[in-house]
Nanobody, 119 residues
Framework: QVQLMESGGGLVQPGGSLRLSCAASGSAFSINTMGWYRQAPGKERELVAVVTSGGRTNYVDSVKGRFTISRDNAKNTAYLQMNSLKPEDTAVYYC?????????????WGQGTQVTVSS
């Protein structure tokens, strides 16, 4: 079993910054892709950013130039640096990890962390 621990959400004013972290723990696994998703009230969950094991990244258009995803493979941790935050970034942010464990693929989701952008 693999556990994901998210942290870093909170309340911030428009134009402010936050950094989210997602740490995976467990045994006998190797991580392929790590990503961040978000879900605002009344909306579907959407992909925000993803980083592959090789460091390739992809972002939803609405966050390009403002958000940066990164990962520390030694710590099995992904980060989402969010700058120039806007009210429309308000949502619950979820970490998703795609990994191999004992040769089998699994997807794991974090518990979610609230990000609120408001003055």
């Amino acid at each position: 079993q693999v556990q994901l621990m998210e942290s870093g959400g909170g309340l911030v004013q428009p134009g402010g910054s936050l950094r989210l972290s997602c740490a995976a723990s467990g045994s006998a696994f190797s991580i392929n892709t790590m990503g961040w998703y978000r879900q605002a009230p009344g909306k579907e969950r959407e992909l925000v950013a993803v980083v592959t094991s090789g460091g390739r990244t992809n972002y939803v258009d609405s966050v390009k130039g403002r958000f940066t995803i990164s990962r520390d493979n030694a710590k099995n941790t992904a980060y989402l640096q969010m700058n120039s935050l806007k009210p429309e970034d308000t949502a619950v942010y979820y970490c998703k990890v795609e990994l191999l464990q004992l040769g089998f693929p699994y997807n794991y989701w974090g518990q979610g962390t609230q990000v609120t952008v408001s003055s």
